[in-house]
């Protein structure tokens, strides 16, 4: 690595400069933010149900008597042997967080196409604790476009993040957000695909503070699932 090396004070500058910048950053992330709670809301008059250890469970009973429900859409689809990489890399970072979002009147769960036992055996084999479960036989992940039919997936493009992608494929990640109010009526609040899913991925947030940076060639290519670092 070549860079540039200075005294202190040029140091010193330097990063005051920056630091202006990054304070733009932030005040930008807080309007988003208060932007985002303005957003309208969607009420879900669907039924789904989900397969969970503890028996078929609804939508409602998710949030496993919070008020809020997040949802990472989890790439597994039935005959996969194992998880997506990415999204198990996202996954790794839900156990920590986990404790403090519940006792923040936030539930969290993983929810997959793959059939519960296939999503149990690999949950086992990556050490998590967090709730995942299969929306196997609904159409919640279609709903929620995260996952795609042969004909969409043939036909070159899907609706994917608010937009047609060129890039197509069965499965893709997204992260979406619910509310449940006193009389039982759940609402999606928020959905975020694509990129934004990296509000997940504490890791990234460290990598850019680090000299190397992401050091990403050509996508995610570094990236193992944890079990299979050398």
């Known amino acids: 690595m070549h860079h540039m090396v200075v005294s202190h ?15 733009e950053l932030t005040h930008l992330r807080d309007k988003l933010a208060r932007e985002r709670l303005a957003l309208p809301w969607e009420r879900m008059d669907k039924d789904y149900v989900f397969d969970t250890l503890a028996g078929p469970r609804s939508l409602a009973e998710l949030f496993e008597g919070r008020s809020q429900l997040l949802v990472q859409h989890f790439m597994f689809a039935p005959g996969w042997t194992q998880g997506c990489p990415s999204c198990s890399f996202m996954a790794d970072h839900t156990d920590g967080m986990n ?51 042969p004909e969409e997936v043939a036909s070159g493009h899907i609706d994917y993040n608010f937009g047609q992608w060129q890039e197509t494929g069965e499965e893709w990640p997204g992260v979406t957000a619910f509310y449940k109010d006193e009389d039982g009526q759940v609402f999606r609040t928020y959905s975020t695909f694509g990129r934004g899913v990296e509000v997940m991925m504490g890791t990234y947030a460290m990598l850019d503070l680090m000299p190397k940076g992401r050091n990403e060639t050509e996508g995610m290519d570094w990236l193992r699932r944890h079990d299979r670092y050398q």
């Open 9 to 23: 004070d040029d140091w010193l500058a330097a990063r005051r400069d920056f630091l202006k910048a990054e304070k």
């Open 99 to 149: 404790l403090h979002l519940a006792n923040h009147d936030v539930t969290m769960v993983a929810v997959s196409r793959a059939p519960l036992a296939d999503i149990e055996r690999y949950r086992q084999r990556m050490g998590w604790q967090f709730t995942w479960v299969s929306s196997f036989g609904s159409t919640f992940n279609y709903d929620f476009r995260v996952s795609f039919t």
